[in-house]
């Protein structure tokens, strides 16, 4: 069979056009893959100030919450101890010695109290140290702080919990959730129980946080501009790639659960 020179002109011509073409391709690929590759080094990097952001906001509000707790224990609580021991110590008549005695006796026991309750007081201050120590501690010391005001009982379940380290950026945002979640229920649940479960696997770290309180509807609170807080909530878990679910029911108390996935 022969071959016209048409035919071949029509060959190298297609032949021609494919290697100018295939380049053509492969330098409109590397430049789509390289924005890409820009717009994902852009997407993570805005991430990452984000989440900076977030916690640098977190352990302000930390410490803020903080100061907030002194600055109660100062005034409802030392505050009262340091009132009665000075109005012991005013009251004592040294003519009557017994009584005197008994009184100054009262007087070094108001005292010791009030030096332990600045200790504690002390702890309380170094916020983010306890966090550093685990996030179990930081939970068990602020219920610990709640459980004397004896308005509450205090459940804590924390047996398969263990701090890790590489865990503590995370585990600063989740205190404050559970701060914040702790303050929703001393505002507006009137609640007298309230549990706490800690619970740490393979897949991440999971809080729970109930109360027997007075419950409310879920859907009408988050359509509220303040909304209890829930949409904050929500938001700094979603940061943490986690999520926060809430069950809730009218006259019965709350429930609220966080997931947060280990941090890799």
């Excluded at 295939?22 to 990452?48: C, D, M, Q, T, W």
């Excluded at 977190?58 to 002194?70: A, G, I, R």
């Excluded at 950026?169 to 205190?175: A, G, K, R, S, V």
């Excluded at 007075?214 to 501009?225: A, N, R, S, V």
Aim: proline share 2%; with cysteine.
């Amino acid at each position: 069979m022969q071959i016209s020179s048409t035919d071949i002109y029509s060959l190298v011509g297609l032949t021609s056009v494919i290697f100018l073409i295939a380049p053509l391709f492969l330098i409109l690929y590397v430049i789509s893959y390289n924005r890409k590759k820009r717009a994902h080094a852009e997407e993570k990097e805005g991430l990452r100030q984000s989440f900076e952001n977030e916690l640098l906001k977190t352990q302000m509000e930390v410490q803020e919450q903080t100061l907030q707790n002194v600055a109660s224990e100062l005034h409802d609580n030392i505050g009262q101890l340091l009132s009665l021991t000075t109005i012991t110590l005013t009251s004592i008549n040294i003519s009557n010695t017994a009584k005197a005695l008994e009184k100054i006796e009262r007087a070094e026991q108001l005292t010791s109290r009030c030096i332990k309750e600045l200790r504690q007081l002390t702890r309380l201050l170094y916020g983010k140290e306890l966090i550093s120590k685990g996030l179990k501690t930081a939970i068990g010391f602020e219920l610990e702080w709640l459980n004397k005001t004896e308005i509450y009982q205090i459940n804590f379940k924390n047996d398969n919990y263990e701090a890790d380290p590489r865990q503590t950026e995370n585990d600063i945002i989740l205190f404050r959730l559970f701060q914040e979640i702790i303050n929703n229920v001393i505002k507006h649940a009137k609640a007298t129980t309230i549990s706490v479960d800690l619970e740490q696997s393979e897949e991440g770290t999971q809080l729970i946080i109930a109360d027997n309180g007075q419950g409310f509807i879920i859907d009408e609170k988050m359509k509220e501009t303040n909304g209890m807080g829930l949409h904050t909530i929500q938001r700094r878990a979603a940061i943490l790639g986690g999520k926060a679910t809430y069950t809730s029911i009218p006259g019965k108390g709350t429930e609220v659960i966080i997931r947060i996935p280990k941090k890799i």
